[in-house]
């Protein structure tokens, strides 16, 4: 089985886009358009891993950030920057505000998916394989 994964992105078309590339390999996307309505979900369901739009202005993405450390219910969840390849690049992978990680958004599906497995227990990782890597059983 999938994970639960929490998105926080006030990009309605990324939020849709993240939420059906999750679904496709085989996880069950938690939305959330504000960090306060992130906060919510989290404390109403649990979750495996929380994704948080890098994008979101500096003061909001701190004080969601910081919210979410506090909170018993994501103790052990890894909260993981969105980031865009230019902020990845520079530095700006959300690394130096605490959080667990960064995603590039700038990938394949495949890449996407391994990277989000990265951070997720092997019983939760992606349940559907690209065609690529799939055993036939011939050598």
Request: glycine fraction near 8%; charged fraction near 20%.
């Amino acid at each position: 089985m999938g994970a639960h994964i929490l998105i926080i992105h006030d990009d309605e078309q990324s939020l849709e886009l993240t939420s059906f590339l999750l679904e496709a390999f085989g996880h069950l996307p938690i939305e959330a358009r504000t960090g306060q309505q992130g906060l919510d979900r989290a404390r109403r369901q649990p979750v495996d891993l929380v994704l948080l739009d890098l994008q979101t202005p500096e003061a909001r993405l701190l004080e969601t950030l910081a919210a979410m450390r506090t909170m018993s219910e994501l103790s052990s969840t890894p909260i993981v920057a969105l980031t865009a390849p230019e902020r990845a690049s520079d530095g700006g992978d959300g690394s130096a505000a605490g959080f667990d990680g960064h995603i590039s958004t700038a990938v394949t599906p495949e890449g996407f998916a391994a990277q989000i497995d990265a951070f997720l227990p092997v019983e939760r990782r992606s349940t559907v394989r690209p065609r690529s890597v799939r055993s036939t059983g011939s050598a």
